[in-house]
């Protein structure tokens, strides 16, 4: 077995809203190899992204807070770390990258400065050095004349080319695990395509660990070699990338691949979608959240919630009450 | 950059024909006869003399010829036979105040100095405690500060000016003589008529400074002091209030969490990164506020008997002396477009999307 990265044990997250309070994350469990790329699946306000952000203490508190769990990082629990402790990790060991590069970089800022920030904190290195090592890394991310545009502001980059500086600016520390929160979402296709290239350029030179939000399921098959299905604030199933698109096991994952078009599909056919609306969070979900969309849906699933369990080949675990195979229960 | 402000510069005459414009055309609203009455000192005896003043003084001309006249004046022989210019606001000659008896430029030049000492000493604690307090509020969200700064924010904007200045008055000179209204004591307009006491800049504070004269200098905040508290008072609570909402917006901006993400320290991240974003509407406001400094605080002018330009405006309006409010409102049209200039300039510095697009 190779070594663990990271280690989370039963995360819950909310946030204090006027409406109530919302169960964001409702104990979620997962881990991290040294190298591996980790898929999260799921549609908007699954939790995908606050449970990342939760790791790193970036949830905003208030309104956020973490109610519960822990998430080790090579043995340490970050919850646990005081603010000093946990930003010698922010950065330098993990960093993230958001969903939206025309938001994600300071306006007010030059490519250069931002940049630098990182580098001269961890590393403790000269504003001279510091500017040098940026060109070097805007040179790999691939964006041209890397010298010149150093004093550039992110208005005068396009949208790929921000998202780029800040892959650049996140692998600047030479982080062992890349949070990519949704990376590709707000650019158009052939710069989506760009990007994941260039990550996985970066993945094969530098080989960090990288966690890949999305709920773009073919980005997903073509980055990852594990992915976890978020549902309601829980993975409700997780397995190697092949697996879960060959035999998927929760009724939800199964949907989703459903929903996705397909290029030998007869035409004029109507694109499938899973009935009714996600859950809305207020109360933390006492039996399967899923429920009420299902197509499986048994007496027991209305009675307690499922957990993570393995089933099925080597690594591929399902919070199911339901055997999709057979329709029965299990 | 460079582009930005020739271009802005541009725009200065442009706005300065349209503050001409527009303040000329009020006057125009009244009829003839009733302008006539700016230019005869005794009620004229009969229909014919009117006719006769409005004939001489050109009043029911057409209106551009009679704006142009105002712009530059008329060629007239004076006494000795000699042709010279009379009136022309464009060569300063802005008529003559028959309540302050004296020329309205003249009125311009000995007022302002002292509003423009008030509003250099109002300036700074306005705008650094004002922002600080807002900025504080905001990262405190909620809690007590945040609470305490809000309610002072309402109670500051709702508190009438007049109401305060003169509970400061009631408080502070009647029943203490800790503070004075008015500009100056005595003794020092005594030692400044002397000549002994040199006017370097007319701004008595700081020429207080350049003489070295300590207790010239104490007299002059003594006489400040209320002005200032009674101006940053309004002024703090409305920046409280805009600092504080443009700062919470920015700090749930994506990058202010890219700023944590790199591992930056929370205040880095709020002074480096949220603040200058955050101050983007404030400096737009900023503007208004010093606008407003300088072209006379007309209430808080009177309530403490301080002769700035508001104060005499005031002045002028209780004795509807037309040709002294017309001046002085040209000369507040010249400093607000001077101070949107500035306030322009600066947000190009601020903000590299306005410098470089």
């Given amino acids: 077995m190779t070594n663990q990265l990271l280690n989370v044990r039963g995360l819950e997250t909310q946030f204090n809203t006027p409406e109530g309070i919302v169960h964001a994350v409702n104990g979620v469990s997962f881990s991290l190899d040294e190298g591996e790329t980790l898929g999260v699946v799921g549609e908007s306000g699954c939790g995908k992204s606050v449970t990342m952000l939760s790791c790193l203490k970036l949830v905003p508190m208030p309104p956020g807070k973490i109610v519960a769990g822990h998430a080790f990082f090579k043995g340490e629990d970050m919850l646990t770390m005081d603010n000093d402790e946990i930003r010698k990790v922010r950065g330098a060991q993990i960093s993230m990258i958001f969903q939206d590069p025309m938001t994600s970089l300071n306006p007010v800022m030059s490519i250069g400065k931002q940049m630098a920030e990182p580098l001269m904190l961890h590393l403790g290195i000269t504003k001279e050095q510091a500017r040098n090592r940026s060109i070097e890394l805007l040179e790999m991310v691939g964006i041209p004349q890397a010298a010149d545009r150093l004093k550039d502001y992110p208005h005068q980059y396009s949208g790929g080319m921000r998202q780029r500086v800040m892959i650049a600016m996140a692998l600047s520390c030479m982080p062992q695990i890349l949070i990519a929160d949704e990376p590709t979402t707000a650019l158009d296709v052939t710069i989506q395509a760009q990007i994941v290239d260039l990550v996985k350029r970066l993945r094969e030179e530098l080989g960090m660990a990288i966690i890949w939000i999305t709920h773009d399921l073919g980005v997903v098959a073509s980055i990852a070699n594990r992915v976890s299905v978020m549902y309601g604030g829980f993975i409700i199933e997780e397995a190697p990338v092949k697996d879960l698109y060959a035999e998927p096991l929760h009724p939800y994952t199964i949907g989703l691949l459903n929903s996705l078009p397909k290029i030998n599909r007869e035409e004029r056919q109507r694109l499938y979608s899973i009935n009714g609306m996600p859950p809305m969070l207020f109360k933390k979900p006492k039996v399967c959240p899923f429920a009420p969309r299902c197509e499986f849906v048994k007496d027991h699933c209305w009675q307690e919630n499922p957990v993570l369990e393995s089933y099925g080949r080597d690594g591929h675990r399902v919070a199911c009450w339901v055997d999709v195979t057979s329709g029965r229960e299990r | 950059m460079t582009n930005y402000i020739i271009r802005r510069l541009l725009l200065v005459p442009v706005l300065l024909a349209g503050v001409t414009l527009i303040i000329f055309g009020m006057l125009q609203l009244l009829g003839p006869v009733e302008r006539s009455a700016l230019y005869v000192v005794d009620f004229p005896k009969n229909e014919k003399q009117i006719d006769a003043v409005i004939k001489r003084y050109g009043l029911d001309d057409p209106f551009f010829v009679q704006y142009w006249r105002w712009l530059v004046g008329v060629q007239r022989p004076d006494t000795q036979g000699n042709i010279v210019r009379d009136g022309g606001i464009l060569y300063g000659d802005f008529g003559y105040s028959r ?23 109002t300036i700074f604690p306005m705008l650094s405690v004002g922002i600080w307090m807002g900025v504080k509020a905001a990262v405190n969200q909620n809690k007590f500060f945040d609470q305490a700064a809000r309610i002072y924010s309402i109670i500051g904007t709702s508190f009438p000016t007049f109401v305060f200045g003169l ?95 790199k591992g930056l320290k929370e205040a880095d991240v709020i002074n480096k990164h949220a603040r200058p974003n955050a101050m983007l509407p404030v400096v737009t406001m900023m503007g208004g506020s010093i606008v407003g400094l300088l072209g006379g605080v007309v209430i808080t002018e009177t309530v403490f008997n301080y002769p700035g330009i508001g104060k005499a405006a005031a002045d002028a309006a209780a004795q509807l002396d037309v040709v002294t409010i017309l001046g002085l409102a040209i000369f507040t049209g010249l400093i607000l477009i001077i101070s949107n200039l500035v306030v322009d300039i600066l947000y190009a510095f601020i903000d590299p999307r306005v410098r470089l697009s």
């Avoid at chain 2, 002397?194 to 700081?206: A, D, P, R, V």
Wanted: charged share 15%; aromatic share 12%.
């Fill in chain 2, 99 to 121: 309540t302050a008896s004296q020329e309205v430029i003249d009125i311009i030049k000995n007022r302002f100095p002292n509003t423009l000492d008030l509003a250099l000493w």
């Fill in chain 2, 167 to 261: 509970l400061l008055l009631m408080l502070l000179y009647a029943n203490n003589q800790w503070f004075l209204p008015g500009k100056m004591s005595d003794w020092v307009s005594i030692l400044i008529y002397s000549g002994e006491f040199k006017q370097y800049t007319h701004l008595l504070s700081i020429d207080a400074l350049l003489n070295l004269r300590l207790d010239i200098f104490w007299d002059a905040l003594r006489h400040m002091i209320m002005p200032i508290i009674t101006l940053s008072y309004i002024s703090w609570a409305t920046f409280v209030r805009v600092t504080r909402s443009s700062m919470l917006e920015t700090l749930r901006m994506d990058y202010v969490i890219t700023a944590r993400s």
